[in-house]
């Protein structure tokens, strides 16, 4: 059986997960054009491989795919298979003969420095992702004295609603059961913090009219 390419088996899991690719993005955070260029296999959109590894990390989670596996299997695609025995061209044409040492090993720290900023920079300083999927408008009317709230976070950042932390699990999700005061609006207040201060605030508002007896 033929091996499926890259992007056939990156379309795969967006599509079990129902995620579309604004969506995607949304919770992602990750440029829709670079999410299309990897559905498409169209890699010549693509920015360059630190920053491709780091938006597939950012993008495993909200798939459930890890995204070292998704980054192992890109690479393998794009990296060019090495020649036979037979096909081997003579030695002498070879540049990697006569490459300096020390020009290598400067190259070699410079890409594992490029790959590291790729992905720890946006989490550090970037602004958080942040989706609250129920309730998913703005303001909202309900009939039920007990909401259950959920969503998602960038994983690792802190979020509070109302000033109270909420646990999220490692994937970044969160769900948090709470009362409803009838009549005037219930407001809810969700903070995402990433370490270095950056925030994004979501505000939910909701009113419960109970239904008549």
């Known amino acids: 059986m033929e091996q499926k390419q890259f992007h056939e088996l990156f379309k795969e899991y967006a599509d079990v997960k129902g995620m579309s690719v604004s969506r995607l993005a949304e919770v992602s955070g990750v440029p829709e054009r670079y999410i299309e260029a990897l559905l498409q296999g169209d890699y010549a959109r693509l920015p360059a491989a630190p920053y491709v590894h780091g938006y597939l990390k950012k993008i495993g989670p909200f ?8 980054w192992r299997a890109y690479k ?5 298979k090495s020649s036979g025995a037979a096909d081997q061209m003579p030695v002498n044409r070879f540049a990697f003969k006569k490459m300096n040492r020390n020009w290598l090993i400067g190259t070699l720290l410079a890409a594992a420095l490029l790959v590291y900023l790729g992905v720890r920079i946006d989490d550090v300083i970037g602004t958080p992702t942040l989706v609250i999927e129920n309730p998913s408008l703005s303001e909202t009317t309900v009939t039920e004295g007990l909401l259950v709230i959920r969503g998602v976070v960038s994983p690792g950042d802190k979020l509070t609603l109302n000033g109270e932390e909420v646990p999220a699990d490692p994937e ?12 005037p609006l219930n407001v809810f207040t969700f ?20 239904a008549s007896p």
């Open 172 to 183: 970044g999700r969160f769900e948090k059961e709470v009362s409803l005061d009838p009549g």
């Open 76 to 80: 393998e695609e794009r990296t060019p």
């Open 191 to 210: 903070v995402a913090r990433r370490s270095l201060g950056r925030e994004r605030t979501v505000v939910r508002r909701v009113i419960y009219q109970p």
């Open 63 to 70: 798939i459930h795919v890890d995204g070292e596996e998704l």
